[in-house]
């Protein structure tokens, strides 16, 4: 296996990134998952506050040539055309020729050829690997090299502490994930793969607690005469007085009749039995199904009964604890939940999403959807390329056809977004589905 020079000192960066601002929507996901699986990588938009003022001619030559073990670099027509990309691939070609190992890998969008990357070096096509995949190959590329530890592995060595689970059957897990969705990073909103959810445990989820409903008590015993009652418990009172007395040792008293001047016997009061009035065991309450119907990309508007700041999972999380709540909308934006009390139309709302309790009747859509264009942006969520879409208007209709497309980006790729946290500052327009008013 080849490994880094050892000779040189620690690189501050495991992988460079140098691509063309037009693949940014690709690279942007490929970024966001190396980064939620800790993978130190030099991505411009990590770095805004270290490049601000920077020379950054200099600066990047620096990166590229010196910085990082590894340059990963997106072949597109648009690659080459650029000026700041052939800095960036110079930088990183010089550094190659001091190597004696491999330091660029390249990537192809299409078969753009490239100066100075002959056809002879191995490279990984992209056309139709989504980039979680891209991110996951340049992530076991590292753990190859030694270069970061894979955590999956590490945690059976000795030394780690082993993390206990308890067993949560498949199906259960497929249920979770079909309520909840793709688990994102709250940071970086790094998508996670399906066969990923279902391998890992899902989140415990929250004890239930038994809503404050008014318990049905087994009803008291009811004797129309209680007179025959309190005879017959009088009877049992003499007789077992008159068994103590015995094996205490006295005689059984005799009757008043036998002596004239014998004391008259006492009669015990009759105390009545008291009414029986609650059952030893209540009536068990049917526990609510914990389950939630899903809506994303909407709002519910109304109804509310709270709200706090938190993320997606303490929302559904409170609205399961509390017995009032039926149904929650998220803001990810914001990251603010509101508790709904009752229900109300959804409404259609990129930055939202919906959950409602699955005991609880579909809610109606209510009309209106277009969307807000907001230029100068660089959205940040979970999206995906669909290079079939050639124009803006093929990409819009798309999103509208589909209910879970909170919003596109059409900068000669079609990019549709299943959710979107913020818009980002860049030069993409960010158009977001809505219901009413852009905001």
Known sequence: ???????????????????????????????????????????DRYEEVALWGKNLYAYLAEVYSRQAYYTVIFISKHYKEKVWTSHELTAAQERALEERREYIL???????????????????????????????LIREKLVLENLIVDRTAAGAQPGNAAVAFAAVPVAEKEQFVAEQGPPLNSETAAPVSLP????????????????????????????????????????????????????????PSVPPHANATSTPTVIPTQTPAPTPTRASTPTPVQPRPTGFNSYPNTDMRGGDIGDMPTDAGGCRAECQRRGDCIAYSFDRRTNHCYL?????????????????????????????????????????GVGSRYDQFQSQDS??????????????????????????????NGGITLHLRTWDTCR
Not at 11 to 32: C, M, Q
Not at 111 to 135: M, N, V
Not at 341 to 354: A, E, I, K, R
Not at 355 to 368: I, K, L, T, W
Request: glycine share 8%.
């Open 1 to 43: 296996m080849a490994s880094p020079d050892k000779s040189t000192e620690a690189k501050k960066y495991d992988v460079a990134l140098s691509f063309a601002d037009e693949d940014r929507p690709y690279v942007d996901t490929v970024a966001a998952y190396l980064r939620v699986h800790n993978v130190k990588l030099f991505y």
């Open 106 to 136: 390249p990537v192809r969008f299409d078969d753009t050829e490239i100066p100075g990357i002959t056809k002879t070096i191995g490279y990984l096509s992209i056309r139709d690997r989504a980039p979680e995949a891209l991110a996951e």
């Open 196 to 251: 990923q959810q279902l391998a890992a445990q899902p989140p415990s989820l929250p004890v239930e607690h038994p809503p404050n409903l008014p318990v049905v008590l087994n009803p008291p015993v009811r004797t129309p005469n209680r007179t025959p009652l309190y005879i017959a418990l009088g009877v049992v009172g003499v007789c077992v007085a008159g068994f103590v007395g015995y094996m205490i040792g006295g005689e």
């Open 340 to 380: 709904k009390s009752s229900l109300n139309l959804l409404w259609v709302d990129g930055w939202s999403d919906t959950g409602v309790r699955s005991d609880q009747s579909r809610p109606g859509v209510a009309q209106g959807d277009h969307f807000c264009k907001f230029n100068n942006s660089s959205p940040t």
């Open 395 to 424: 990409c819009e209709q798309a999103c509208k056809s589909d209910q879970s497309c909170g919003g596109f980006t059409f900068s000669g790729v079609c990019v549709l977004y299943r959710s979107i946290t913020s818009r980002g």
